[in-house]
């Protein structure tokens, strides 16, 4: 592939940016099978590799595809669903919609449907909920296999505070999350989380049962969500008088390690992030969501200045966009209300490399490598007329990439390589 290429070195939290960055224009990226086989400059590439098949993309950037870290592909259907706060949202919308996934027709078509508006917006590899019913797992994964994408997800389990037809019990959550974690953890390109989906929906017996079953399976994932609105916090203090906070709630049930990877992170209190922090464990920041449930400002300036890895997410269907590109631009204008004006490098790092890095994938996606799954994403920087407009006048890369940041949407995605292939959102 031959265009400007995208990559990090470092760690723009951690250290300066242009030391952080790799930018090659008229650079070349080649692929083998599914992998990047080298990266560089084009003419050098083309010398040392004459019988390779070229896709130019002319100044086009090329970068890592990106990677969603939290959102739930059951929700597809109810996304943008108006004006309830978080308890109310999931019991009106959410838990009736996720009913329905049951009928493994029904789970298969939206899961198709959600992966090609991912592919569409550029998005390579999704960390997704799914219901309670093992059918909407299945689904899922079979789906991402035809593609070849790389996706991470798991059954949730809820064992009171839902309704009865959502409902499951201690003892099926394990036999069915440990059935489905032989099935489909590692396979092909698929990875399983343990999804317990929140404190408030899972007994004490059901949170012990999943944290004995992850220390069966400590390379699986383990997802949930935690302190993302006030009046679910103080819920969950009355369902847990034990417990300290709600992380610790958690804790109690060994679910606090690495490759744990906690939604939202809002209200957390200084203990918590210490033990996020202690643990290695993993924030997926939702911005978009946390503005339209209107769940509070994420904490971007403390929560990296702490060095806790953070991912950047959708957290469709809560969230109001499957493009990451709008999600970075929530996250800046959440962190501008934070006082903190973040970088636009720190922010692309949140959607690929931070978001693989939470869930355990670092050394194979998420970034352009040698020896990394070739998924790409080609990203046109003049999209519309009023990005268009604004990036010609800009005085350096990152004046010119800001805009399409800022105001882009799936329109900039030129093209998306999945495993080495172009892939089409309208092939399945
Ligand atoms: N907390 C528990 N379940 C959910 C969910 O489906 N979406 C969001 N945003 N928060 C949750
Ligand atoms: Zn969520």
Redesign the pocket.
């Known amino acids: 592939l031959k265009g400007t290429i995208l990559s990090f070195t470092n760690n723009p939290f951690l250290v300066d940016i242009n030391n952080s960055v790799k930018l090659i224009e008229s650079g070349g990226v080649l692929i083998d099978g599914s992998f990047i086989k080298d990266i560089g400059e084009f003419s050098k590439l083309k010398s040392n590799y004459p019988h390779a098949k070229v896709y130019d993309y002319g100044k086009n950037l090329i970068t890592s595809g990106f990677v969603d870290c939290h959102m739930?592909y059951p929700?597809t259907a109810i996304i943008a669903s108006y004006g309830k706060r978080?308890l109310d949202w999931?019991n009106e919308y959410?838990f009736p919609e996720e009913k329905k996934f049951i009928d493994i027709d029904y789970a298969r078509k939206v899961a198709s449907l959600t992966l090609d508006l991912c592919i569409k917006n550029g998005t390579t590899t999704l960390a997704s909920?799914c219901t309670t019913s093992i059918n909407s797992v299945d689904a899922f994964f079979d789906e991402a296999k035809k593609r070849n994408m790389s996706v991470i997800a798991g059954k949730t389990c809820m064992d009171r505070n839902a309704p009865e037809y959502l409902i499951d019990s201690v003892n099926s959550a394990y036999d069915d999350s440990k059935r489905l974690i032989k099935k489909w953890h590692n396979s092909n390109r698929s990875y399983y989380a343990i999804t317990p989906?929140?404190a408030p929906t899972s007994t004490p017996e059901q949170l012990d049962s999943l944290g004995s079953l992850w220390s069966e399976y400590p390379d699986c994932l383990m997802q949930t969500?935690l302190s993302?609105q006030k009046e679910?916090i103080e819920w969950v203090s009355k369902l847990f008088p034990e417990s300290d906070s709600y992380l610790d709630v958690y804790d109690k049930f060994n679910l606090v390690r690495k490759n744990s990877i906690f939604?939202?992170c809002i209200h957390l209190k200084d203990n918590e992030i210490d033990m996020l922090k202690e643990r290695q464990s993993s924030i997926a920041h939702?911005p978009t969501?946390n503005t339209f449930?209107g769940s509070g400002i994420f904490k971007l300036k403390e929560i990296s200045s702490k060095k806790i890895n953070i991912g950047l997410a959708t957290?469709t269907g809560?969230g109001t966009s499957f493009s990451m590109l709008k999600t970075i631009s929530e996250a800046y204008k959440i962190s501008q209300l934070n006082n903190f004006s973040i970088h636009p490098a720190q922010l692309f790092w949140l959607a690929t490399v931070g978001s693989s890095i939470s869930l355990g994938l670092e050394s194979k996606i998420g970034n352009i490598e040698k020896g990394y799954y070739a998924d790409l994403i080609v990203i046109n920087l003049a999209s519309t007329l009023e990005i268009e407009q604004r990036q010609r006048r800009a005085k350096n890369f990152w004046e010119s990439f800001f805009p399409t940041l800022i105001m882009g949407d799936d329109r900039a995605i030129m093209e998306t390589w999945v495993n080495g292939n172009e892939i089409n959102y309208k092939q399945y």
Do not use: A, V, W
């Open positions: 739930h929700q978080l999931l959410t909920f989906r929140f969500h993302e679910e939604g939202h939702c969501s449930i957290d809560g």
